[in-house]
């Protein structure tokens, strides 16, 4: 029989791969269920939508480990692999080789870290006034956190927020090279224009170095082709489930309190049986059968 592929070398494979690639956001089982049935081969586990989806700000209010509670349930819930947004690594090198052996243990696949300070801020909230993290230190922590993985196929990208804190592209690029000789498998660039100049200008200069990561959030309207076309290796959609959860209950919540009456939403929800759906309510059904006396 053929085994399947660890979630790991799936996720190596992604990357590495010549095609464009399509990773989506979960934040809970839930989600990361919903992501692998659309036919998605990986998950994005979002810093934002985890903390948002906690009730919590995009800082480092959620605690490390209740984030790692969250990711089990996804990883859990789902056969494909996980990249966690592992925001600065939740401390300095040491914290963050604690943080890739739990990853590990609970299957995540890769983790992606980004060169800012602790607590972290989003790259949408006054970008410009962040503080980088020193190239130095943040080199130190890229070399630990793959010192620290057992599995060879684990991938740690560095992610460069220079163009989100206002430094323009030769520092982009310097970064990005010193954490690709410090052994980054891949380089995250983070853009928060609404068009894709900065990303597309460091992609022609880095050419094809390791893989490039992206995330389109804010130049949505650019065409996929042209990520295509300039050689990115993958494109995260990064809070879209979220978002589309958010809306949804917004849209529910008010209609009920509104209408004080099931028929305003009924049909514009998911019926309870897709949620036993989505749960395997049948699997214990069937063990029932099979463990329980039977009356
Ligand atoms: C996230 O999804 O948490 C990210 C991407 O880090 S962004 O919100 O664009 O910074
Ligand atoms: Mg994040």
Redesign the pocket.
Same mark, same amino acid.
């Given at each position: 029989a053929s085994q399947a592929l660890t979630k790991t070398r799936q996720f190596r494979n992604l990357l590495l791969s010549e095609h464009l690639q399509f990773i989506c956001?979960a934040h809970n089982g839930l989600s990361a269920k919903i992501v692998q049935e659309a036919g998605f081969p990986g998950i994005?586990a #979002?810093?934002? #939508?985890i903390s948002a989806q906690f009730g919590v700000r =995009?800082n480092n209010e959620a605690s490390w480990t209740q984030v790692l509670e969250d990711l089990e349930f996804m990883s859990d819930a789902t056969r494909i692999p996980i990249l966690l =947004?592992g925001d600065t690594g939740y401390g300095n090198f040491n914290n963050m080789q604690r943080l890739i052996r739990k990853l590990e243990q609970r299957n995540i696949a890769a983790v992606c870290i980004e060169d800012k300070l602790f607590p972290k801020t &989003?790259?949408?909230l006054k970008g410009d006034a962040q503080p980088l993290a020193d190239m130095q230190e943040f080199c130190g922590k890229i070399k630990a956190g793959k010192d620290a993985q057992t599995d060879p196929d684990f991938c740690l990208i560095a992610r460069v927020e220079a163009f989100i804190c206002g430094w323009g592209l030769a520092e982009a690029l310097r970064r990005a090279e010193a954490y690709h000789q410090a052994g980054a498998d891949g380089i995250l660039i983070?853009s928060a224009l609404s068009v894709p100049d900065e990303i597309l200008a460091f992609k022609r200069e880095w050419g094809n170095r390791c893989p490039v990561v992206i995330?389109p959030?804010k130049y949505y309207a650019t065409p996929t082709d042209v990520f295509r076309q300039h050689g990115f290796s993958m494109v995260i959609w990064? &809070?879209h489930m979220l978002r589309a959860a958010v809306a949804s209950m917004q849209k529910t919540a008010r209609a009920l309190k509104e209408s004080e009456h099931l028929l305003s939403i009924e049909d514009k929800v998911a019926p309870v049986s897709e949620i036993f759906r989505l749960q395997n309510a049948a699997e214990l059904l069937e063990a029932e059968e099979r463990y329980l006396p039977r009356g």
């Amino acid at each position: 029989a053929s085994q399947a592929l660890t979630k790991t070398r799936q996720f190596r494979n992604l990357l590495l791969s010549e095609h464009l690639q399509f990773i989506c956001e979960a934040h809970n089982g839930l989600s990361a269920k919903i992501v692998q049935e659309a036919g998605f081969p990986g998950i994005w586990a #979002s810093g934002l #939508s985890i903390s948002a989806q906690f009730g919590v700000r =995009d800082n480092n209010e959620a605690s490390w480990t209740q984030v790692l509670e969250d990711l089990e349930f996804m990883s859990d819930a789902t056969r494909i692999p996980i990249l966690l =947004d592992g925001d600065t690594g939740y401390g300095n090198f040491n914290n963050m080789q604690r943080l890739i052996r739990k990853l590990e243990q609970r299957n995540i696949a890769a983790v992606c870290i980004e060169d800012k300070l602790f607590p972290k801020t &989003n790259s949408f909230l006054k970008g410009d006034a962040q503080p980088l993290a020193d190239m130095q230190e943040f080199c130190g922590k890229i070399k630990a956190g793959k010192d620290a993985q057992t599995d060879p196929d684990f991938c740690l990208i560095a992610r460069v927020e220079a163009f989100i804190c206002g430094w323009g592209l030769a520092e982009a690029l310097r970064r990005a090279e010193a954490y690709h000789q410090a052994g980054a498998d891949g380089i995250l660039i983070h853009s928060a224009l609404s068009v894709p100049d900065e990303i597309l200008a460091f992609k022609r200069e880095w050419g094809n170095r390791c893989p490039v990561v992206i995330v389109p959030t804010k130049y949505y309207a650019t065409p996929t082709d042209v990520f295509r076309q300039h050689g990115f290796s993958m494109v995260i959609w990064a &809070n879209h489930m979220l978002r589309a959860a958010v809306a949804s209950m917004q849209k529910t919540a008010r209609a009920l309190k509104e209408s004080e009456h099931l028929l305003s939403i009924e049909d514009k929800v998911a019926p309870v049986s897709e949620i036993f759906r989505l749960q395997n309510a049948a699997e214990l059904l069937e063990a029932e059968e099979r463990y329980l006396p039977r009356g």
